[in-house]
């Protein structure tokens, strides 16, 4: 066997369904707030369904897909759990949006002033002076605890983890396999949905390299620039480790940006982009794969 099998054994309506009721939403949270695996009568304690042939019916209904059984105690599967932290992630039952609030640190392409916003669920940078921005999902629970100066911090912060999660091959979305390919921004599929005639993408940065992902699980096409794309990078951590700084302390809206990019050849494709630390510079080559090619 080359490759592991999996098999689709419900339709999502159906699970999804399974769902649709409070009493079984109440079995799945009490099994998450309790530390260890419970008993039957454990768990129907623990559920305000006093009718002990209606609390069974409805566990029978989530075991399996939601609720494991073992040894005669209850405990959560893993979709169960994630049920339960996209709960906790507020995505299902909380809204939440903010006025515009000012970046600190001017825009790196340009110089402008960059705004975020924080509408249903989606943080937006813009420039004032530039048509650079970015847009990005942020479930509210990321802004639990956080007062409003420091919001522009955890939403960077948050940012960088997609980044991350996108160096490693994974949609931050749906968690299906990514694939990735550096080219210029004129040839990037946001390009082309960008009306150009209509205040769309600034066309002096059509010759800017760009990483475009590809999500083959859920399509999601997300393009980011080339500095986003390797602020992770090896070579990028360590000249930032050298110099005495860890970039995981850097405000993370100082990568977001297009300035110090550009396409060196087409064939072989090689594009570059440098980073900055104390009048130190490093520019790191990289081929349409987005690999390190050389260093400088
Ligand atoms: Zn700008
Ligand atoms: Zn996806």
Not at 22 to 46: C, G, K, Q, V
Request: hydrophobic fraction near 35%.
């Amino acid at each position: 066997m080359d490759h592991p099998q999996f098999v689709e054994h419900t339709e999502p309506e159906a699970v999804f369904s399974l769902l649709s009721d409070d009493n079984r939403i109440a079995i799945l949270r009490a099994l998450w707030y309790s530390d260890e695996p419970l008993t039957f009568s454990e768990l129907h304690d623990a559920v305000d369904i006093t009718d002990s042939g209606q609390f069974n019916y409805h566990l029978n209904k989530l075991v399996s897909q939601f609720v494991a059984k073992s040894d005669d105690r209850y405990t959560l599967t893993a979709a169960g759990a994630r049920v339960n932290g996209a709960i906790d992630a507020g995505s299902y039952t909380t809204s939440g949006s903010m006025e515009p609030m000012a970046l600190e640190a001017a825009c790196p392409t340009c110089g402008g002033n960059r705004t975020l916003g924080y509408e249903d669920e989606v943080a937006r940078v813009e420039c004032d002076s530039c048509d650079v921005a970015a847009e990005f999902t942020v479930p509210p629970s990321a802004f639990v605890n956080c007062e409003r100066g420091e919001i522009p911090t955890v939403a960077g912060q948050y940012l960088r983890t997609i980044a991350e999660r996108l160096a490693n091959g994974f949609c931050w979305q749906c968690d299906g396999p990514v694939e990735q390919r550096v080219c210029r921004l004129s040839e990037a599929a946001m390009w082309e949905e960008s009306d150009s005639d209509d205040g769309g993408i600034d066309s002096d940065l059509s010759d800017t390299p760009v990483v475009e992902y590809e999500c083959l699980q859920c399509g999601m096409k997300p393009t980011a620039g080339l500095t986003f794309a390797l602020v992770s990078a090896p070579a990028v951590v360590s000249f930032y480790h050298d110099r005495g700084v860890d970039i995981r302390d850097q405000s993370f809206w100082q990568f977001a940006t297009f300035s110090d990019e550009q396409v060196r050849s087409d064939d072989p494709f090689r594009a570059s982009a440098t980073f900055t630390v104390d009048g130190d510079q490093l520019t790191v080559v990289v081929d349409d794969n987005l690999a390190v090619v050389e260093t400088e």
